[in-house]
């Protein structure tokens, strides 16, 4: 049995912020729920498997980069040497005793390194040799993601880890497979691994980018500069070597008569997940996290109760932390799933105070906006690419003074390369004559990045 020590285990809470008070009559419930988890913390049972650990390290961990070899990696030629640097960059990164392999991406997907359907496993030597077999590393071929994530699933399995984690890079339209080819293999690959996506250049699709790390809960993001690549690659390996506990699901109990509405992330990213819920049990369901290290994040739960008298109270929902048990199978896949001890109440109070039950509760509102805020420049930007001009104007103003009311500077920034900003606070705007094609891309892919309530 590996060494085990509960204190490099996630503490996890949970704190829920919401107006309980509703009016006579009143049936719809939201709350923003926090989920946090710290390191150094001691959860007894809860996580403590020791098949989480390997001896002397912190948990088991394999990551597969895939990088994308097709021809217009040549164009210019220093994006193909930038990818190289990049991927030996977050090679050198892994920490000893991680599994790792490398993957080239084209048309086809072939392993790079170590190769024979293996994992190598991290440390001075397999690092050298990886790094050597980057350079043989040369662009040709066409783009079918799909199985690229099909052979890093299959490298990934081999490998009796907590964490199993993906890197992809691509500069090109996955041109050489159908969408749902690339769905299919998606939802093959979804809770058997985490991926984080990057488009490097202008000529990718942004959609299938963020679609990639949206199933497979992950970040995505755009180096429109391929020099930028290296500290990308060391910055996300960073953060998946930090990932303690892995298959992290949202359990959400309701009581008879209780209809969910949606569950969604809202920081640090903006992401739904009503559709991936699994049931867990009588009135229960499971909502994919992912792996987590030291951070927080926001989820908002709506809920349909039951109409009440005035003065009635009810428990809402209970929502709660769980992973799975070491069987492997995810949460609500069928598995038995243990509970992290972190709970938090979501409850219903029905009352005929109105300034009680009219007021929003801060952190709900502020999160409402921030879910507006990523929908409506999508919609901006598609009109804009339909030549809805109107429609366009209208979207990207209400976006701007969405960005501008809830401190979200990043967004803010991007926006202003897009449209001319006459008044903010109105939210009026023009289109930009011209607009760079990255600075379009960068707020597409970044559309969905939150802040949070600001404190006063």
Not at 33 to 49: D, P
Not at 362 to 381: D, F, N, R, S
Not at 420 to 438: I, M, N, S, Y
Request: charged share 20%.
């Amino acid at each position: 049995m590996a060494n085990f020590s509960k204190s490099n285990v996630p503490q996890f809470s949970v704190d829920v912020y919401q107006n309980e008070y509703l009016p006579d009559g009143g049936r719809e419930v939201n709350a923003i729920v926090t989920v946090t988890a710290t390191g150094g913390g001691t959860i007894g049972s809860a996580v403590a498997a020791p098949h989480l650990y390997s001896p002397g390290q912190g948990p088991s961990a394999a990551v597969a980069v895939m990088v994308d070899c097709s021809g217009s990696m040549d164009y210019p030629p220093t994006k193909m040497r930038n990818a190289r640097d990049a991927t030996s960059a977050a090679i050198d990164t892994l920490r000893d005793g991680v599994h790792f392999a490398v993957v080239g991406g084209t048309h086809v997907a072939k392993e790079v390194y170590p190769g024979g359907g293996r994992l190598a496993v991290a440390d001075a030597t397999t690092r050298e040799q990886a790094k050597r077999a980057l350079r043989g590393l040369n662009a040709g071929g066409g783009t079918a993601i799909g199985t690229w994530l099909r052979l890093a699933d299959r490298l990934l399995s081999t490998a009796d880890v907590a964490i199993r984690h993906g890197i992809l890079l691509t500069d090109g339209r996955n041109e050489h497979e159908s969408p749902e080819d690339l769905r299919a293999a998606l939802d093959a690959c979804a809770g058997r691994f985490t991926c984080d996506a990057r488009g490097v250049g202008t000529d990718w699709e942004v959609k299938e980018v963020t679609g990639i790390a949206s199933a497979l809960l992950g970040t995505a993001d755009i180096v429109a500069d391929p020099a930028g690549l290296a500290a990308d690659f060391t910055r996300v390996m960073e953060t998946a070597m930090g990932k303690e506990v892995a298959d992290v699901a949202l359990r959400l109990w309701t009581p008879v008569g209780t209809t969910v509405r949606f569950v969604k992330q809202v920081a640090p990213t903006v992401e739904e997940l009503t559709g991936r819920r699994t049931e867990a049990g009588p009135r229960a369901g499971d909502y994919p996290t992912g792996s987590w290290g030291d951070e927080s994040r926001d989820y908002h739960v709506c809920v349909e109760v039951p109409a009440a008298g005035l003065g009635q109270e009810m428990l809402a929902a209970r929502v709660s932390l769980v992973v799975p048990e070491p069987s492997g199978e995810a949460p609500g896949a069928g598995g038995g799933a243990r509970n992290l001890g972190a709970q938090g109440l979501v409850r219903a109070v029905w009352t005929d105070d109105m300034a009680a039950s009219t007021s929003i509760n801060p952190q709900v509102a502020h999160y409402t906006g921030q879910a507006e805020l990523a929908q409506v420049i999508q919609q901006g930007l598609d009109l804009r690419k339909a030549g809805d001009i109107d429609g366009a104007t209208a979207k990207l103003g209400r976006a701007v003074q969405l960005a501008g009311a809830s401190g979200n500077a990043d967004t803010a920034k991007l926006l202003a390369k897009v449209v001319d900003v006459v008044d903010a606070a109105a939210g009026t705007v023009r289109l930009k004559a011209k607009v760079e094609e990255a600075d379009e891309m960068t707020l597409e892919t970044r559309s969905t990045k939150t802040v949070r309530v600001k404190k006063h």
